[in-house]
T-cell receptor
Framework: GDSVTQMEGPVTLSEEAFLTINCTYT??????LFWYVQYPGEGLQLLLK?????DKGSNKGFEATYRKETTSFHLEKGSVQVSDSAVYFCALSVSSGSARQLTFGSGTQLTVLP | GAGVSQSPSNKVTEKGKDVELRCDPI?????LYWYRQSLGQGLEFLIYFQGNSAPDKSGLPSDRFSAERTGGSVSTLTIQRTQQEDSAVYLC?????????????FGEGSRLTVL
């Protein structure tokens, strides 16, 4: 079945450090890939997405590139801020059909220290 | 409201009691989802409603779990005879036909603790 494996947390960085959160996936067909973020006390929200191989999603300084050859969608940011402290979820969707096909990873807790 | 609203935000109950969790989706969103988030786990799909179609209940973990959506809007997730393993955060999400694929709008969740 479809699955998403994320880098285990928690991750603690100093402000302005470089961030990478690894995400790999297993899927039948051609998935779309997503990163969701959950800030403290808030619901999950879509951060960025990519729908086909070699696409790069970007938002709020975060980027992730859909790598079909390595089945990966690693999240990166060049200079993190304290306000980036949150839980990050990698997810995939094989089609635009059933919600069951939106499969999430276990989440990675990021803490950025001033 | 502007976002997905869930209530209660926290619920503590005793083993064996029934609980109801409510979700009010974004106005105009035809799709509604329930997920469960256990400590250290990813989001586990429970059930999906789309318009007037029959719901996809394939993620419900047992027959103690049920959900309904009245009038195509508010949804209630009911857990009967709660067990300690039901303790988790229950997340509701909605989406619009106009949303891009995979874009769900989540509520803040209802944290259930079964003693």
């Amino acid at each position: 079945g479809d699955s998403v494996t994320q880098m285990e947390g928690p991750v603690t960085l100093s402000e302005e450090a470089f961030l990478t959160i690894n995400c790999t996936y297993t899927a039948t067909g051609y998935p779309s890939l997503f990163w969701y973020v959950q800030y403290p006390g808030e619901g999950l929200q879509l951060l960025l997405k990519a729908t086909k191989a070699d696409d790069k999603g970007s938002n709020k300084g975060f980027e992730a590139t859909y790598r079909k050859e390595t089945t990966s969608f690693h999240l990166e940011k060049g200079s993190v801020q304290v306000s980036d402290s949150a839980v990050y979820f990698c997810a995939l969707s094989v089609s635009s059909g059933s919600a069951r096909q939106l499969t999430f990873g276990s989440g990675t807790q990021l803490t950025v220290l001033p | 409201g502007a976002g997905v609203s869930q209530s209660p935000s926290n619920k503590v109950t005793e083993k064996g009691k029934d609980v109801e969790l409510r979700c009010d989706p974004i106005s105009g969103h035809t799709a509604l989802y329930w997920y469960r988030q256990s400590l250290g786990q990813g989001l586990e799909f429970l059930i999906y409603f789309q318009g007037n179609s029959a719901p996809d209940k394939s993620g419900l973990p047992s027959d103690r779990f049920s959900a309904e959506r009245t009038g195509g809007s508010v949804s209630t997730l009911t857990i009967q005879r709660t067990q300690q393993e039901d303790s988790a955060v229950y997340l509701c999400a909605s989406s619009s036909p106009l949303s891009s694929a995979g874009e769900l709008f989540f509520g803040e969740g209802s944290r259930l603790t079964v003693l």
